[in-house]
Each structure stands twice: as structure tokens, then as C-alpha cells.
């Protein structure tokens, strides 16, 4: 089968490779129809998550149709159509059993890396380096899916897969986020960055209640997503004299009830720290860059709650932890609980509440991915969101681009 | 451990240091000579000698054994059970091969070694508590001594069981022993700690996860892209 491989640093490559077999008794077997690129992904792309080896097969969001099951799979059958979460979970662990899906204890094959580094280890996770189980990906043609009888979700006929494919990864993870905000009726949420988790962040909070949510960005195809799609007041802090006071001014002194860092460790930004930042991590003196969490500690009302779905992989430097303590603020983060949110979310897409595939601007072959990780990493082509059609429904690459979202949408100006 | 013989050999050694320092003369610079290898014994626990020419002594001294704990989420009685048959040791140890239980508390024990090597070794149950504890050990002679421990107690809050392994694996006094056995053994401490994960594995999700045997692009011998 054909597979995105990762080759090393900024180094991607549509190799062929043997087609996946179950190797476990709850393994399946699903024929890929929808594959995205993720933001973490472009983590992986320029070579900040160690323990990838050359070789590894990409991507964690991906959906199609199942074409084998193992023995102990019994809710399944070949023809299926399932989503598939990005995190792997056995389903009767201490942890799964509490539905922190990504905490799962028996998922990670490699879990005595991942021990080492961070004391305990998380579940495995799809296509996301050894540390995180070395499981093979799912920008490829075929991917083996591990603990199929509690992961995948049935998809009703009559959804169209760009309507669904996002519940594996980056509709979750945004609506937990907000979730995670504990957010009151009215409060004000502020959103960092309106890449694919922010957009979907933003659409949840109004979901759960928000008064006002604020999003921060520099791209004026997102900022133009966040404010049309997303309904959001927006801040291009590049145009602004500082996110903190403007936040300030916006909310009449008080701060944001709730900050979001759906940013995480490649942050970018205009002052001083970001540009020391980004100095310690070309020369590996640090692992992350921590701006926009940062902005949002010191942004953040007393007491309020600070929530980070955006991926950190190391030691963070000048955090200001003082401030965090000093304000009495919640911080809660961490990789999603996918498994948790797949029926509820599925239930408001097939309700009409939201079109999640107002986020793509970009369908491509699978061939395409060299170009599309280079764009997506680059924000070039006001890329947004990739999806890749590993069955050659993609389209040629010219030809597929400018979907519902991003260009056109926009009601009124952003600055 | 902070042995006392170790503060005494700082100390001693410290202090000849001391004097060559105060009296700089060329027999006590033959003293301070004396006195720094003693520092470095106390504080190491090694002397400075080329790690060959003193192992011969040191392999005299078993390691200790290895212990570690884990908590399943099942009942004491599922977990003893699924020990106590002994042939599905191997399902989640990696240095064993087979074990075939040969009755009355007498088990006989083939150890995976990497170069191919058969070590085979009996050994007997030396106590048996149901759903408690279980401790065997290898028979007198054997090429390996082998013995282990596993414990099995309630966990707080209803979270199952806590499974508490003591192991240790060590080449016998013999020659072939010494031989045989080096290849499989000590036990490490990762080793028998990520037994201990398989266990858990199979107990609690019915299969151990695995990524032997998927699919991957090309590799290289040498990650050198990613030395992580």
C-alpha cells in the first residue's frame, strides 16, 4: 500500500510499504477513505517529538471502512464505517474505565519510554513516535486499528466523511477545552490560536454557554474563520500593542474568565520572549516554546482557569508560574479523551448544530502530502485544514483546494 | 548505602592527602599517592583499577534481587490462579521459554537466551498460600539459580489487586553455570518491571499490545535523524 513516511526532519515521503495484518485478537483492519494532517503533526514534521525513527508511518485522524476484524472483535463487521480516535485505549484499565481514555495503562507498547521521561506513561497514540507506542499511522491506504472493539465509531450511512472524520481528533480535543474552561453561563473564553482545535474550541464554548469568546491569531484567513463561522470577537496580535492589555481593556479590567493555549509548543509571537524562544530551540537548548501560554497565565482573570490543548512536549522555560499561583488560577490540560466525546459529538453534527468540514480548505491524494505538511506548517495558500483522499478522490492537488472555509466566509473586518 | 568502612576510607585517605599537602616533602608525596585511590574506594565503592582485573572478585557477591510492584485491575483469585499455572509464565516473561509444571511443586524451566543457547533448569515450590503468595526457587545444581516471589494483596478503593514480584536469575557457582548463565542473566530491574506490564496487559485488557510485524517505509540502520 501506499503511506506518508516520515524520513526525518521536514523529510516526508509517499513510500510503498506491506499492507498492515492484525496482529492482536482485538486489532481491525480499516481501508482508508479520509486521512487529515493535524497541527501536532507538523510537531512531529520539524523534528520536536523525539523517539521517530525514519520509516514511521504518519498521521492519527483518519476514518474509512473496515475490511477485517480479529477474534475478539464482535461489534464490528467488514463494510463498516467507522471513525477511529487517535488515542488507543483498552476500554477496562483503571483509567479507560473513568473515561480518561488517553490515560489508558495497556495501549503502550513502549510505555517504559514514556515512563522514563514523564514518570508515568499515556496511552498509545496513532502514527505519533515510539514514545507514544510506535503504532503505524494513518496517512497510508490501510492502518491496523488496536482495541477496535471500544474505539472506532459507527458512522450512519448518509454522512459524508468530511462531516465526521474530524470526532478522531480536532472536534474533541477543541471541545474538551473548553469543557476543561468549567465555563459559567455568560463568561468571556479567549482563544489562542484559530487553527483547526481553536476553531472547534470556539464553537464549544458558545456550546457550553459562553457570553463572549475572544480568539487571538495573526492570519487573517483564520481571524476571518474565528469571527464568520466562529462568531468570535478577534485579535490579530500583530496588530495590537500587546494581547494582555488589549484582553484587558476588552473585558473592562476583569481578564477572561477563561484562557485557552490551543497554540501549544511552536508558538509564535512579537515580543521578546517568543524571539528568545525561538532562539534556545534552533540550537536545542529548549524543547518548547511557551508564548502563548505565557499570555494566557498572565492574561486570565483571578481564579479563572486556563485550559491548554495545545501539545508540550518538555521543560518549559519562563513560565510564570508565579503568576499562575499568585492569581489563584486552574490550569488543566492534556491529551484528549477521545472515546468520551465520539456519541455526543457525532449526535450535534447528525442534530444540524455544526458542519465540522467548514474547516477544510484543502483536498489532496495522498501523494500530495510532501506538499500539503510543507503548506500546512508554512500557512501558506491560507491552508487551514488538509484532508487527503488515499482512495485518488482527492484530486489533483491544483484542482482540489478552497473548500467551505477560509476565503469568502469572512462578514466584516478583523483588525 | 553510606557504609561506614566507606566514611573510613575517605577519611584515612583524606587525610594522608592532608599531610603530603602540609609537609611537601617526597616520601609524604608517596603517602598522598596512597591516600587518593582510598577516596575514591570510599566514595565509589570501586577502586581505580581497570574494571577486569576486579570482577573476578565481585562475582562472588549475588545481586539482589529484583523487586517491583504493579496494580491489576482484577481479583486476587483470577491473578493466583493464572500465575499458579505455571506454563503461562512465559506468556509475559521474556527470558523464559517454556515451563512445563511436572506436579507435587516440582516444575522444569527453559530460558530464551540471545544466541540461542537452551539453559534449562528445575525448580521447586517452596510456599504456596492460595491467592496470596507463591515462591519457588531453582533445585541445588542447577546451571542457574533461579527464585522468585510474587505477593498478591487487595488495593485500596476497589482498584483490584497490587501484584509485588521479588526475582532474582544468576549464573551458578560452576564454570558452565558462570558460562551458560551470563547470557541470560542477571535480571534487571526494567526487565522484570516491564514482565510485570505484560502481566498487567494480559490480565486487564486480555492481549499484550504490539506493534511487531506492522507495516513501515525504509529504514535505516542508524537513526541518525532522530538519535532520540
Redesign the interface.
Known sequence: MKAVCWNGKTDIRVETVPDPEILNPRDAIVRITSTAICGSDIHLYDGYIPTLKKGDILGHEFMGEVVEVGREVDNLRPGDRVVVPFTIACGRCFFCRQGLWSACDNSNPNAWMMQKAYGHAGSGLFGYSHMMGGYAGGQAEYARVPFADVGPLRIPDGLEDEKVLFLSDVFPTGYMAAENCGIQPGDTVAVWGCGPVGLFAIQSAWMLGAGRVIAIDRFPERLLLAQSWGRAEVIGYEEVDGVVATLREMTGGFGPDACIDAVGMEAHGTTVDALYDKAKQSVHLATDRSHALREAIQACRKCGTVSIPGVYGGLLDKVPFGAAFGKGLTLKMGQTHVHRYLRPLLERIVNGEIDPSRIITHRLGLEDAPWGYRTFRDKQDNCIKIVLKPDGNGGARRRSNRGHGGNGQARGEWT | MFRVGQAAMIASGAALVALAARQRSWPILGAALAGAPLIYRGATGRWPLPQSLVRRASEAVAPAPVETAV?I?RSRAELYAFWRRLKNLPRFMRHLDEVIDLGGGRSHWTGKSPLGFRVEWDAEIVEEREEQLLSWRSLPGSLVHSAGTVLFEDAAAG??TVVRVSMELVPSGNALGQAVGRVLAPLTE?QV??DL?RF??LM?????????????????LI?L??P?
Open positions: 496494580t485491575g482498584r483490584g526494567q518491571r516491564e506490564r498487567k496487559q486487564e485488557a486480555g492481549e499484550i499490545p504490539t506493534t511487531d510485524g506492522q507495516p513501515a517505509g525504509e529504514r535505516s537513526n535523524h532522530n532520540l
